[in-house]
Nanobody, 123 residues
């Protein structure tokens, strides 16, 4: 079992930045690909970014390319989502998830999920 806890969310003005963290406990995260997803009120959960277990491969939704980066520190059992140039449409609850098989953009393939952290971007 892997327990994931997100942190770093909050309220920020448009154009600002936040860094989300996804910390794991129970098992080392180094064997898992990790994805970030987000869900805005009344909308479906959407893929944001993913990183392979090695950190070599990363993937981003078109809506965040060039603004968000994803990284990992396996020694700290943590994955980060750096969010720059934030827009009001980035407002959502952000979730991290871990997958032991593949780096994927599909939420149903992830085995473990955190509880989410709220990001609110004001205009």
């Amino acid at each position: 079992q892997v327990q994931l806890v997100e942190s770093g969310g909050g309220l920020v003005q448009a154009g600002g930045s936040l860094r989300l963290s996804c910390a794991a406990s129970g098992r080392t995260l180094r064997s898992y690909a990790v994805g970030w997803f987000r869900q805005a009120p009344g909308k479906e959960r959407d893929f944001v970014a993913a990183i392979s277990w090695s950190g070599i491969s990363t993937y981003f939704a078109d809506s965040v390319k060039g603004r968000f980066t994803i990284s990992r520190d396996n020694a700290k059992n943590t994955v980060y989502l750096q969010m720059n140039s934030l827009k009001p449409e980035d407002t959502a609850v952000y979730y991290c998830a871990a997958d032991s098989i593949a780096t994927t953009t599909y939420d149903y393939e992830y085995e473990y999920w955190g509880q989410g952290t709220q990001v609110t971007v004001s205009s």
